[in-house]
């Protein structure tokens, strides 16, 4: 099983990113897709994650990132707009068979991460 991460980048405060997940090996539809993401110094924290019913968010992203999965091309992206350098983190996103969607323990398989620099 292989997720990779890409899109990451340097953008400004209030600029936008698209990060991509293409994910092999794995069942895609039958997994809950996360993103999660660590800041310098922190804790690896819930972003939000996105299964067939919907999504659930943090709440310091609610309003601003978004999700969406392409089951055909077993690849889940991250919308994020509205940046700001809070949002500045290592970008990873999960597979999670079953389990709570926010607990990053319950995740089964991880992507490589992809770096996000918003600047002021």
Do not use: H
């Amino acid at each position: 099983v292989q997720l990779q991460a890409s899109g990451g980048g340097l953008v400004q405060a209030g600029g936008s990113l698209r990060l991509s997940c293409a994910t092999s090996g794995l069942n895609f539809g039958n997994y809950v897709m996360g993103w999660f993401r660590q800041a310098p110094g922190k804790e690896r924290e819930f972003v939000l994650a996105i299964n067939w019913s919907g999504t659930i968010y943090a709440d310091s992203v609610k309003g601003r990132f978004t999700a969406s999965r392409d089951n055909a091309k077993n690849t889940v992206y991250l919308q994020m707009n509205s940046l700001n350098p809070d949002d500045t983190a290592v970008y990873y996103c999960a597979a999670n068979r079953r389990g709570n969607a926010r607990n990053s323990a319950d995740y089964n398989y991880w992507g490589q991460g992809t770096q996000v620099t918003v600047s002021s």
